[in-house]
Structure formats: C-alpha cells, structure tokens
C-alpha cells in the first residue's frame, strides 16, 4: 500500500454516462496529479494540484473535469467519452511539486 | 520537449543474473529522475529517486546511477529473483517542463526460475 487510494478500481461506461474517477492520499502531502495510461504508449501527465490549485493542464479535453476539494482528495469527472478514452487512469500525489511521487492502483477505464 | 527512452524493451534472464536497465533523456537539464515498478494491471511503486546533484542511490539489491551531463541512468539489479519481474519505468522532471515527470516507455522484464 502506498498511501493513495483510487475507487472504482474498475469503470465500464457507455459514450453518454457521466461517472467520477475518486482518489485519496493519507499521506499529508500538498501536490497530487492524474495520470493516463494506453497501451503502448508512456503514462501521460494530465493534471497537477498543488496546495488545491490546479497548475497544470496538459492540453486535456474538456470531457475531462478535475476536482480538487482539499488537499487529501481529488476527483475526475468524466462525461460523453470516447473509445480511445479507455485506459488505466493514475493518481499520484507528492510532498511538493517537485518531490518524490506515490501512485495509487488506478481505474481501468473502458468506454463502449 | 523531454524525450525519455528505455533500453531494451524487454527483458528475459534466469533468476541469480545481475541485470542492468538504461534509462535515457534528451534534456539535461532537470530536478531529479525518479525510478518505478509497474506490476500487471496494478499502479507505480517508487523504487529510487535521484536528485540532480546525486550521482547514484541504492536500496537492497537496486543501485541506480545518473550520468546528468550525458543523460543517461541506468538501474541494476542484483541477483535476480523471479519476483522483480514486473515492467520498469524511468521518469524524468525536467526544470523546463514545469512540475511535469516525463516517462519512458519502460522495460518489461521477466526473471525464470
């Protein structure tokens, strides 16, 4: 266990659900970011929180919403995906922008 | 832009050989370069984090290096047991790309009994 959760472990959603990506870090830590992860292709950063400010977005389409209430949550909302959205999505979170990163188990999305 | 690359792809060596894994980058420009293990379908475990300023890091049998100036690191792993079979991942943070990690492709790695 690293100290960061991710729930639902698993998503199957049609093109026109709106669901919720949810992770928590138990880790006191100040940064946290989402991660994209497709076959064959190296882990894509998507977001960056730090101290609940968003300060990087990583040219992510809008169907992808991001959520940082506090500073041990985050959350991505996801409306009318696409096929090629289906991936392993990652959480990670850090001490400060520049530290060491702990990820969590990730979401295996799929989009039908 | 940061160009991260892991050489080999993938890896395939009975259990008891030291192995190496490389690891390298176009920019040199970074913070630090941080090590990963992906299991199938599981999340990253930190392995090592190297600061800029550092020249090499170990825990038990890994030891990872960094060559700044050419970029390059590499990450050994002694005696290897069939359990470090998993995909390695090499994540860069350049001081030019914000607070972004930049990540290889990684190497998949598999340790025969």
């Known amino acids: 266990e690293t100290g960061v959760t991710q729930t639902p472990r698993h998503l199957v959603m049609g093109m026109t659900n709106k669901k919720s990506l949810k992770c928590e870090q138990h880790l006191g830590h100040n940064a946290m970011y989402w991660y994209k992860q497709s076959a064959k292709k190296p882990l894509e950063l998507m977001f960056v929180y730090n101290f609940k400010e968003q300060t990087e977005n990583n040219s992510v389409p809008s169907r992808f919403s991001p959520e940082c209430p506090n500073s041990s949550h985050l959350f991505l909302h996801l409306h009318t995906l696409q096929p090629e959205d289906s991936a392993l999505y990652l959480c990670?979170?850090?001490?400060?922008?520049?530290?060491?990163?702990?990820f969590g188990p990730g979401t295996r999305l799929t989009v039908t | 832009k940061q160009e991260v690359t892991q050489i080999p792809a993938a890896l395939s060596v009975p259990e008891g050989e030291n192995l190496v894994l490389n690891c390298s980058f176009t920019?040199?420009?970074?913070?630090?370069l941080q090590w990963f293990r992906q299991d199938p379908g599981k999340g990253l475990t930190s392995l090592l984090l190297?600061?800029?300023?550092?020249r090499e890091q170990t825990s038990g049998r890994l030891n990872a290096s960094l060559d700044k100036s050419s970029g390059r690191s590499t990450l050994y792993i002694a005696a290897s047991q069939p359990g470090d079979s998993a995909t390695y991942l090499c994540?860069?943070?350049?001081?030019?790309?914000?607070?972004?990690?930049?990540f290889g492709k990684g190497t998949s790695l598999l340790v025969t009994p």
């Open positions: 990670a979170s850090s001490q400060g922008p520049v530290d060491e990163q702990y």
């Open positions: 190297i600061q800029s300023s550092q």
């Open positions: 994540a860069v943070r350049g001081t030019n790309s914000g607070y972004a990690l930049n």
């Open positions: 920019d040199s420009a970074i913070y630090n």
